[in-house]
């Protein structure tokens, strides 16, 4: 994701014109969006996207369980 900040960043300067990466040529322009590109598929073909969407639902189902004890416990406030 920050690559594809920086590259439309760098986007919007070249195209207003701004220096100093209005004299820089679009292949530094562009690259950070090519960057984005190769992350995304390394990220895809190792897993690596996979894993951290396994993490998340593993970190909600803990904290719904234990909302769930919580509420069990002799004495909590009855929702």
Same mark, same amino acid.
């Given at each position: 994701m920050a690559?594809?900040?920086v590259g439309l960043g760098l986007l919007i300067l070249k195209w207003a014109g701004i220096e100093p990466v *209005?004299?820089?040529?679009w292949g530094w322009v562009l690259a950070p969006f090519? =960057?984005?590109?190769l992350w995304w598929s390394w990220a895809d073909w190792s897993g690596?996207?996979?894993r951290r969407a396994m993490r998340r639902e593993e *970190?909600?189902?803990a904290a719904r369980e234990a909302k769930a004890r919580q509420r =069990?416990?002799?004495?909590?406030?009855p929702r």
């Amino acid at each position: 994701m920050a690559f594809l900040v920086v590259g439309l960043g760098l986007l919007i300067l070249k195209w207003a014109g701004i220096e100093p990466v *209005a004299s820089l040529a679009w292949g530094w322009v562009l690259a950070p969006f090519a =960057l984005a590109a190769l992350w995304w598929s390394w990220a895809d073909w190792s897993g690596y996207t996979q894993r951290r969407a396994m993490r998340r639902e593993e *970190a909600r189902k803990a904290a719904r369980e234990a909302k769930a004890r919580q509420r =069990l416990r002799p004495g909590s406030p009855p929702r």
